[in-house]
């Protein structure tokens, strides 16, 4: 069978961390194994112009790079790049962007749509609030950048129906959309057991307590305020609870000074960065998973990740969360509520959580792998060339 060339445009990628970047990469890991030949256009972070990333080829045009140290990754194409879309966009038989409202995906569009390219565009997420003057910066993008990118694409995939509604505000057409639900990795986010008794060692916590897990970046929008006001009120009804918080971010520092300041650094783990190599570990340290988000989400991988290793999830009603979250495997409540999110956090250490874990695993293998996730995308793509 012929190979389809496929260029997958994001504004990021791995080696450098984040949600959408480890998106493309699952899929076009598995993409590698059609009958397509993908590549991934992405900004220069790194020394070398081009490089392959676990059998992934990559190209990067050169940009300046906004926002990075605040957590808020853009990166705008320096007029030179021009060449390198123009070259990579005329040489590929299908365009996939991911992003709307980044510069990258402007440009990709307008040279896909010249060269009579079907145009693709995943949106990850939905509308996201700062506490600061990039929502003015996400409103502008949504209408100078957004819009375009929405009206150029020949096919929008969505993680969620909230991320659909969100596309479909700014003008997408609904006959174009296709909702295909993110992935996990099943055989890197399972149930580990043999690994609980190191890392609870690792981390000082002793038998006896409960954790609660929270993988985020540390920023305004993730909710990291409601998670600490949520484990002083807690922690004052049972005392044997620990919260670990696995990320880093702009806000690191004020994280750990208002834990100090609230006399929590018995019940709280701090660990930065950690690899992805290393997270499995983690998830399998918890006994829940907290999602407090504020805005922004359209359906986050860290969720389907906690759930595969067996971890309820106790989240905010933000995004796509709700269409994943089943009733008995965790619980919802409104986002700003911490009263609300350590209620439902100590209500839930009351239920058998060895059987929950047993039966939510069950219900990841059969709904929610890359695999089935890329088997759905290829269609969409057939559709098309």
């Known amino acids: 069978m012929v190979q389809t060339k496929l260029c997958v445009v994001t504004h990021t990628f791995l080696p450098h961390v984040g949600g959408i970047e480890r998106v493309v990469y699952e899929q076009c890991k598995r993409l590698r194994h059609k009958h397509f030949e993908p590549m991934v ?111 150029k694409a020949d096919k929008i995939i969505v993680v969620s129906n909230a991320t659909k509604n969100y596309v479909v505000s700014l003008g997408a057409d609904p006959e174009k959309i296709e909702v295909l639900h993110n992935g996990v990795d099943l055989v890197r986010f399972r149930p580990i057991s043999k690994v609980k008794d190191e890392m609870r060692r690792e981390l000082g916590i002793f038998k006896d307590e409960r954790v609660v897990l929270t993988v985020r ?46 006399g929590l650094q018995r019940n709280f783990r701090l660990t930065g960065f950690v690899s992805d190599e290393d997270l499995p570990s983690y998830y399998n340290v918890a006994d829940l998973f907290v999602l407090p988000s504020k805005s922004g989400e359209g359906l986050p991988l860290v ?67 890359w695999d089935k996730n890329v088997e759905k995308l290829c269609k969409i793509y057939e559709e098309l060339i």
Not at 217 to 240: Q, S, W, Y
Not at 328 to 333: R, S
């Open 41 to 151: 256009l992405t900004h220069r972070n790194y020394t070398e112009r081009d490089y392959v990333f676990s059998g992934i080829r990559v190209r990067c045009y050169d940009s300046m790079n906004i926002g990075f140290r605040l957590g808020i990754p853009y990166a705008i194409p320096q007029i030179s790049s021009f060449k390198t879309f123009l070259k990579t966009i005329k040489s590929n038989d299908l365009i996939h962007v991911h992003g709307h409202p980044y510069p990258s995906s402007f440009l990709a569009s307008e040279i896909a749509k010249r060269y009579s390219k079907p145009l693709v565009l995943t949106q990850h997420n939905t509308f996201i609030e700062y506490n600061n003057a990039w929502t003015t910066v996400e409103k502008l993008n949504d209408v100078l950048i957004g819009k375009h990118v929405i009206k």
């Open 303 to 369: 969720a389907l990740e906690a759930m595969a290793c067996g971890l309820p999830v106790i989240a905010t009603n933000v995004g796509g969360i709700s269409e994943v979250l089943d009733e008995d495997f965790g619980k919802l409540v409104p986002p700003d509520l911490p009263d609300s999110l350590a209620e439902a956090l100590l209500d839930f250490f009351q239920k058998d959580l060895a059987t929950l874990k047993k039966d939510l695993r069950k219900r990841m293998e059969q709904k929610y792998s």
């Open 217 to 262: 970046r540390l920023v305004f929008k993730n909710g990291i305020d409601t998670l600490l006001e949520t484990a002083e009120i807690a922690v004052k009804k049972n005392p044997k609870l620990v919260f670990v918080v696995v990320g880093k971010g702009p806000d690191f520092k004020q994280v750990k000074e208002k834990i100090k300041q609230s």
